[in-house]
T-cell receptor, first 115, second 113 residues
Framework: GAVVSQHPSWVICKSGTSVKIECRSL??????MFWYRQFPKQSLMLMAT?????????EQGVEKDKFLINHASLTLSTLTVTSAHPEDSSFYIC???????????FGSGTRLTVV | DQQVKQNSPSLSVQEGRISILNCDYT??????FLWYKKYPAEGPTFLIS?????DKNEDGRFTVFLNKSAKHLSLHIVPSQPGDSAVYFC????????????FGKGTRLSVIA
């Protein structure tokens, strides 16, 4: 089946540094990738939608200059958390549509801890 | 405003009994609904889905019921097993296009042996 590989699975970084999270579609082409964030005991909240070859669309309240999304190819989308702060500590998950149907596949998530 | 609501943050059920997880939605444009199971620090795992043209979909121990007029759906797990213990998310989509899923806050199911 369609698989999205997400790396790293966890990362600890110092305040002020940047962290890049990668999501690769292994056996299909992901035209669109969705990035979610989940705080403890909360829902998965959509941060942005990225389309291959174009600028990402960010949800209200999500800083596009802080959360840089790049979707340069049909198999790779990246989320870079720039100048990370402790409040950015969260669980980040990518998701891709499978074909033109309602199928969605999710990465395994990245637990980011900013100290 | 939450478009997908799971009002029960937790549910405890004895092994072998039925687990019923509920979900309500407000957006009448949603026409496809999915249930995901999630463990801590892992991505969601797809369980079962239902299109708005149906009112029931069954897959093994999992059955999803949809009541469009009430904008309500439920996931039934029977018989419940300890391995079912996880957080269950209800999600909805408005069209088959490139639209993201909208998730509820999840319900933590604990199946007690």
């Amino acid at each position: 089946g369609a698989v999205v590989s997400q790396h790293p699975s966890w990362v600890i970084c110092k305040s002020g540094t940047s962290v890049k999270i990668e999501c690769r579609s292994l056996d299909f082409q992901a035209t669109t990738m969705f990035w979610y964030r989940q705080f403890p005991k909360q829902s998965l909240m959509l941060m942005a939608t990225s389309n291959e070859g174009s600028k990402a669309t960010y949800e209200q309240g999500v800083e596009k200059d802080k959360f840089l999304i790049n979707h340069a190819s049909l198999t790779l989308s990246t989320l870079t958390v720039t100048s990370a702060h402790p409040e950015d500590s969260s669980f980040y998950i990518c998701s891709a549509k499978i074909g033109t149907t309602y199928g969605y596949t999710f990465g395994s998530g990245t637990r980011l801890t900013v100290v | 405003d939450q478009q997908v609501k799971q009002n029960s943050p937790s549910l405890s059920v004895q092994e072998g009994r039925i687990s019923i997880l509920n979900c309500d939605y407000t957006n009448s444009m949603f026409d496809y609904f999915l249930w995901y199971k999630k463990y801590p620090a892992e991505g969601p795992t797809f369980l079962i889905s239902i299109s708005s043209i149906k009112d029931k979909n069954e897959d093994g121990r999992f059955t999803v019921f949809l009541n469009k007029s009430a904008k309500h759906l439920s996931l039934h797990i029977v018989p419940s097993q300890p391995g079912d213990s996880a957080v269950y998310f209800c999600a909805a989509s408005a069209s088959p296009g490139n639209t993201p899923l909208v998730f509820g806050k999840g319900t933590r199911l604990s199946v007690i042996a």
